[in-house]
């Protein structure tokens, strides 16, 4: 087989295959003999029907179409992969100026072939990145013991001037109709305990009650929302409005234990917060082991992308959007998940949800050209040895037979591609110049220092002694388990 490669404009191709006339000589034998059996002709024994007879019983270019088929459909992955060519999509054949092969010359075919462009960047030395500390830093352990506190936490009775604020929790009474008078009992309620901005009701009914005090009632009328809160949602093309009259029963506020040795030993378990802390900086180091190397990659790819300055080609968006989306919907299918129930849970819409893959795509994309770009530049290549590897880490029983397939169906520049670029990425991680990430401010104030919500709920509380404070008899959502 005798290949020549033309290039076009832009990122396209033209590859002229000939195959040698020998080739084209026993394909032809081959289908006649092949046909001969397969197919019973009247005064023949099967497999002895002269060519004259079987190109008179099923058209005189049967035959040669079918070898020219095949030599066009062999052939045509076996060019791309023996030439070294990365396409993107399918070629384009002009199937109006091929001709049928004949016995005794050679064939030749031509097609057209976009393929992935050959970008360069801007730098090609060692990317310079952040990152987190190795080891558990007290910023760090800090945060977790406040989540564990935020965990055991309980929400009981404000002062009696307090006031309903954004992210509190309050007791409430509401009685609920719609536009029509009727009442509405999936909101109507004579106690419930509401955390503002939890979504459960609409934000327009957060931003009424926001500012009420303990014994104050409100009238008012909000529109039903587009997309529905969860104790609206029945009203969703039911009702334009509804109507709420509300009363404060209680006004709520989270208190957090005291960290002591003794509520370590209740609720922990273990004997002191020493013993804790250390506990704690073996987990979180437990989880940098297993996190930092994969945060270290994507940073390094990131840095290395933002190198890269060249037009994006639409089809490989393309064709990684295609990938991650068929890479989703089957980790939902083997969750037994539906995309619905994802979206809810994940609190987005459809809309948003295929902005993201398209962005993950693009993102994708840029990282993979740009490890390109780097593996060119620094020679870095994959080897017959490579990519034997790969198929024997695979798990192939037999990898030569699976390789000998791939590369029948044109596929090995993939399993090329992907080893030239992981090469390259661990080369650019081994060389990257690497600083370590300094923690927020406010991580190092720590969460529940003295700010200015304790500040303003002392302000809250009466000069003489209050009311008897009561535990309320629901506790708020843990942050993180125990």
């Known amino acids: 087989m005798d290949i020549n490669v033309e290039k076009l ?124 500390a190795e080891h558990a830093t007290e910023e760090q352990i800090d945060a977790e013991i406040d989540a564990l506190l935020d965990h055991y936490q309980e929400i009981v009775d404000a002062a009696a001037n307090a006031k309903v604020k954004a992210d509190k929790y309050v007791d409430l009474k509401i009685a609920a109709t719609d536009d029509a008078g009727n009442d509405v009992p999936s909101i109507t309620t004579e106690g419930m305990q509401y955390r503002v901005g939890s979504g459960v009701l609409p934000a327009a009914f957060d931003e009424q009650i926001i500012g009420m005090k303990k014994g104050e009632t409100k009238q008012f009328t909000i529109d039903v929302p587009n997309e529905a809160a969860a104790k609206t949602a029945v009203l969703m093309g039911k009702s334009a409005t509804v109507n709420f009259d509300v009363e404060v029963l209680v006004v709520k506020k989270e208190t957090v234990p005291e960290l002591t040795d003794a509520w370590v030993q209740e609720k922990i378990g273990l004997n002191t917060i020493e013993e804790l802390r250390n506990e704690l900086a073996e987990e979180i180091e437990s989880t940098l082991g297993n996190t930092l190397p994969r945060l270290k990659e994507s940073r390094v790819l990131g840095k290395l992308a933002e190198r890269l300055d060249i037009e994006i080609p639409e089809g490989l968006v393309e064709e990684a959007e295609t990938t991650l989306l068929q890479d989703f919907f089957n980790q939902l299918q083997r969750g037994g998940m539906t995309l619905d129930a994802y979206l809810q849970q994940q ?27 780097y593996a060119a530049n620094a020679g870095i290549e994959a080897t017959e040895d490579d990519i034997r590897e790969e198929f024997v880490a695979a798990g192939a029983e037999d990898p030569d037979a699976l390789m000998a397939e791939w590369r029948k169906n044109g596929q090995m520049h993939m399993i090329r591609q992907g080893i030239v670029r992981q090469k390259a990425a661990q080369e650019l991680m081994d060389n990257a110049v690497v600083s370590e990430e300094q923690p927020e401010e406010e991580a190092k104030k720590g969460k529940h220092s003295k700010g200015a919500d304790e500040a303003e709920e002392a302000a809250e509380e009466p000069a003489e002694a209050a009311e008897p404070e009561t535990v309320a008899d629901e506790a708020p959502e843990a942050t993180e388990a125990e």
Request: charged share 30%.
């Open 347 to 373: 609190g987005i819409t459809s809309g948003q949800f295929t902005d993201d893959v398209k962005q993950q795509a693009k993102d994708m994309v840029k990282q993979d050209l740009a490890l390109d770009a």
């Open 9 to 132: 404009e832009g990122d396209r191709v033209k590859v002229t295959v000939t195959i040698d006339e020998k080739t084209i000589t026993q394909n032809i034998k081959k289908q006649y003999k092949k046909v001969a059996n397969q197919y019973t002709i009247p005064g023949f024994r099967k497999g002895k029907a002269p060519r004259p007879v079987i190109d008179s019983a099923l058209g005189k270019d049967y035959v040669r179409a079918t070898v020219t088929d095949s030599m066009v459909n062999d052939n045509y992955p076996l060019a791309l992969d023996e030439t070294g060519i990365y396409p993107v999509g399918q070629p384009d054949f002009n199937e109006e100026d091929m001709q049928l092969a004949e016995d005794g010359k050679p064939y030749t075919f031509e097609f057209e072939i976009a393929t992935k462009p050959t970008p360069t960047l801007s730098s090609y030395d060692p990317v310079e990145i952040e990152m987190p």
